[in-house]
Every structure is written in C-alpha cells, then in structure tokens.
C-alpha cells in the first residue's frame, strides 16, 4: 500500500480539530418521518459522542435494547454532529426522550471534554433507519492556524470542486486499530463477540483493500478515467456496468463526471472486471491475500464503488489564519479526503 494517495502533495499545516465545535457535521436524510408505525424516529445534535454511544443510550433508555436501535451513518465522536436514529418502541412505553436527554446531561460532569447529546426531532415512522439509508452530509470545518501555500491549497479545491478527488475511505473507517484486528480475526484468530464489532472489521478490511486499489490507479494517474475492463458507475447511484472497450462517448461521460471507474469490495463473487483492469486488481489483492480470503469465507458479497468522489460542493473562505471549509458529500463519502489532500495535520504540541 506504499502508491502516493493523491497526485499532488497537501500545501498547508493546521490544526484539525482543535475543538469538536471545529468539525461540524448534518446529515441530511433520505427519508422524513411520516408521523406514524411502530419505529420512532429522532434527530439528534451530539457532541463526543460516537453514534454508537447514542444507539446505546437509546436502547437502554426506551427498554427496547441495542437491538432494536438504528441509524444510517457513523458520525465521528471528535466533533459536533447531526443525525438520525430509530427506535422500536410502541407508543404506550415511549419515554420522554428530551427529559431523558436533559438528566443525561446532567449526570455528566462540566467541562471541555464533557459529551451531551440534544433531541431536535421526534417522529414516528413505519420502518427502521437502514444502514446507508441517507442522501449525504453536510460539513463546515475550521483548519486553524494555517501556514503554507494558501493559493495553492485554493487552486486545489477548485480542482476537486470541478473534478473530483479519490474517493478513499477515511482514517475513521479504521479506527485506532480495526484493520489490524481484523487481520487477526480474518487470518484465523478468534471472532470478535458482538455483531457490530464484527461489522466495524469487515468495512475495515474491505476499505482497505479498496484504498490499496485506488491508491496504485492514482499511481498510475488513470483513477479518474475509464481503462478497458473497468466497471463503470454512474453518478448518484449504485448502478454500474461492465466497460469492454472505451470508446468516444464513454471518455466524454466520464469527462463531464457522469460515470466514473470503480474498485473492489472485496467479498464472495465474480469482480466483474476483465483485462487490465482485473489484472492490475487481482496484483494489489494478491499483496493481501489472505484478508481477501477471509472476507470471502466470512460471507462478504463482492461489490463496486466509485474511485472517484465529486462533491456537492465545495465552498471555503477565510477568517485571519483559519480556513473555513464548507463541504456537501453523498452517502459513504469522506470529508477527510478533501482535508487529506489540501492540508497536513499540525503535530500535537507545536503552534502556528
């Protein structure tokens, strides 16, 4: 996994998250609750707190357990965020869900470092949140105490803003050391206890065979075109197709962002792609082999995602040496590759 990550180096130094109010997430939803069905529905603004936290709280607070607990997207822990969740929970043993949060609080001591979680929305709904049920997120972000290349790092956005930016999973898909663990687990140790530790190493072993994947296209410098053999996806969907041969048309599409190559999710299956592409694929997996073999045996599905993340938007402004970021991604798009390209984190216990 040694390919250079992306094909320019980042030309500022900042602090990232300096305070959790520095990172600002709202996700925006799919679905709004209709008013009624058996799952209620709530639209919570947290602070240090991962959503796992919150799942955990509501399941105990409405007595319907963590099981009966969930949401589209994990939402980082070090940062102010919104979000969605459900509940399964008639309406006879419903709590009062603002109270609840209110002694929460409450029982939590005062500090910098203290996490609360607020109840912006209640509502009931026929069905459950579903993993990945989200139409995106919106971002606004302080880097603080820039130095570096400002018009650099600005001719860089506009970059991604009008082209893209490799669509690499994020630091917090990994954790502090998910991958390793599942390294263990995968190559034959024991396997983790609960359901959702189980899901938290299989993403990270699939993002990271992804990432290795990407990371050698942008190597090459073909991640943000079609080769033949390519499985294309089209943008804003999950529909994909085969790309035997690249002709005129398809290097216009993809040009003007309508499609865009894909890579591996490793799992049971046919990958789909042929020539080259399976090829310069099969050689990247090979380097990890035995990851991919117990994604496989562990009953993974293969799958494709794009190599290519195109924002939303992407708007920045300044305020003295702090640079505001404001950012519009889709759902399982990270924030962290726009700050990754532009920008390297200021080392713990140095100043600007």
Known sequence: MGATPYPWCPPLTATIKGRPEDFRVEEVPATIPEGQGEHVWLEIEKRLLNSEDVAVWLGRESGAGRGRVSYAGRKDRQAVTRQWFSVQCPPESEPDWIARAEAWNAAQAEG?????????????????????????????????????????????????????????????????????????????????RSRNQRSLLLSAARSAIFNAVLAERVRRGDWNRLLPGDV?????????????????????????????????????????????????????????????????????????????????????????????????????????????????????????
């Open 112 to 192: 910098e470092g203290v996490g609360w979680a607020r109840i912006l929305q209640v509502g009931r709904h026929a069905r459950k949140l579903r993993t990945g049920h989200l139409a995106g997120n919106r971002f606004e972000i302080r880097l603080g105490g820039v130095e570096g290349d400002r018009a650099a790092a600005e001719a860089i956005l506009a970059v991604i803003r009008e082209g893209g930016i490799p669509n690499y999973f994020g630091a917090q898909r990994f954790g502090r050391d998910n991958l390793a663990r599942a390294r263990a687990w995968l190559g034959g140790g024991r396997s983790p």
């Open 232 to 352: 294309a996806n089209l943008e804003g969907s999950g529909s994909v197709f085969p790309v035997a041969e690249v002709d005129a048309e398809l290097e216009a599409r993809a040009a003007r962002l309508d499609i865009h190559p894909t890579g591996p999710l490793w799992g049971k299956g046919a990958m789909q792609t042929g020539g080259e592409v399976q090829a310069l694929e099969a050689g990247v997996v090979a380097g990890d082999s035995k990851l991919a073999a117990g994604l496989e045996k562990a009953g993974m599905k293969a799958a494709r995602r794009s190599l290519r993340m195109v924002p939303g938007a992407v708007d920045w402004h300044w305020e003295g040496d702090d640079l505001m970021l404001l950012l519009e991604l889709g759902a399982g798009e990270y924030a962290t590759g726009v700050l990754d390209a532009i920008c390297r984190p200021r080392e713990a216990g140095t100043t600007p």
